[in-house]
């Protein structure tokens, strides 16, 4: 299995800014896209923002031009800059991942983190 933990989750005053990272773990032989969702109260969970593998990006078009999502490789993890932040981006930041695992290297499957609250104040 993949486990996906994100951290940097927090209170944030508008206009601020947030860093957001999510590390995969587990026996992992290669993880395709990585992306980003969250929920806010009362509303349907939604993507954010998706890395290809190769760096290739999409975003929702409310947060276009002030986030940016990014991703190492190397280390399996996805971030997500928050730069300014508005009270509507309040959410459960959750992270994906299309993963490999090496006991089935013929299988791709999505996993999710737990998520991290992200709170704009205004």
């Known amino acids: 299995q993949v486990q996906l933990v994100e951290s940097g989750g927090g209170l944030v005053q508008a206009g601020g800014s947030l860093r957001l990272s999510c590390v995969a773990s587990?026996?992992?032989?290669?993880?395709?896209?990585m992306a980003w969702y969250r929920q806010a109260p009362g509303k349907q969970r939604e993507q954010v923002a998706v890395?290809?593998?190769?760096?290739?990006?999409n975003y929702e078009d409310s947060v276009k031009g002030r986030f940016t999502v990014s991703r190492d490789n190397a280390k399996n993890a996805i971030y997500l800059q928050m730069n300014g932040v508005k009270p509507e981006d309040t959410a459960v930041y959750y992270c994906?991942?299309?993963?490999?695992?090496?006991?089935?290297?013929?299988?791709?499957?999505?996993?999710w983190g737990e998520g991290t609250l992200v709170t704009v104040s205004s």
């Open positions: 587990g026996s992992i032989l290669s993880i395709n896209n």
């Open positions: 890395i290809s593998p190769g760096g290739t990006t």
């Open positions: 994906k991942a299309d993963g490999v695992l090496t006991s089935t290297p013929y299988l791709v499957n999505d996993y």
